[in-house]
């Protein structure tokens, strides 16, 4: 009997796959493993004795978003707060997508875009890679005139490619496009190239930022948006009121707060990444992508058992089903010792594999 209540795009939904395997060293899901810089963590148990758990948060941020106007130097009017970055797309899709309408989706992709596309009953069309699985933005382009499209997302840096996006080819498509433009900056800070600033000169512009990354918040669930007046307006009638916890609010304000200790640990982080990758480069029978994020796609054969042979271990990387990348990998770069001992395992793994 329920299954004839439940709605029918519910109905062939698959449930999110619990990845929560057990290892010792975990590079599978992009997190910072750093952690929080210890000023951040110290300023947190100052606030924690007096702190208002028994309140309702601001549901606006109020306070949130000013040190977010600082930090990205959007208006706070332009900007909303969500219960990480994965909220933000679901109202943008809520606000603008109805059963029938397109959306495009260049892929690879996040895998979060087509399920909040697939729940609203909006048409996927997907756009295939150039050489390089780089985006083709050019098709992405074409493909969202012709279609008409509600929406187009794009990512950069991507996820799971690394690629960086030009600004000069993110804008033509935001240009070309009928419909509104989304573009995933979850990775920005690993790059530094953004078109947030944007967002008040091209009114079909979303822009989507989170702390879960460099800021290392994943576990408290902020991320925010940035876009102009007439967008802004939509979204907030869709927008669920209390979305974000106070302490979640606190915390990110504490990040920004000590931005100093984020941009001093992403120096560090950049010269760890280089190092790593070099390290890669010299690992026979690996494909290396080019990264501007804090993974990095690796090209292996027989992915799938390398995959194992590591988790065997235990390390933690991402593997992917059939399609394009059933023969890569994707690695979070994690502190030095972790990266080594990846390596390590990897250069075994391998030999067992090819042998
Ligand atoms: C990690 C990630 C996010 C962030 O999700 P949160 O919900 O903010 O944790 C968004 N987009 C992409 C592409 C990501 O990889």
Redo the contacts with the bound molecule.
Sequence with gaps: MIDGLARDEVRVLKSYPETALPCRIKMDA?ENEWGLPQQVKEALIKDVLDFPFHRYPDSDGAALKGKLEEYTGVPAKNLIIGN????LIRYVVDAFVSPGDKVVIPTPA?S?YRFFVDLAGGVVVEVEPEQGLRVDTQKVARTAKRENAKLVFL?SPN?PTGEVIRVEDIEMVIQKSPGIVVV?E??YEFCGRTVIDRVNSYPNLVV?R?L??AAAL?GL?V?YLAAGDDIMNYLYRVKVPYNVGSFSQMAAMRVLENRRAMDQWLDTFRSVRDEFIEDLRRVEGVTVFPTGANFVLLGIDRAHRVWKGLLKRGILVRKFGQGPLENCLRVTVCPPRQNRAFLEGLKEVLGEVYT
């Design positions: 992009n990480g970055s994965d909220e996040f979060m990512c996820n995933d979850a990775y989507l989170t879960s990354k994943a669930r991320g």
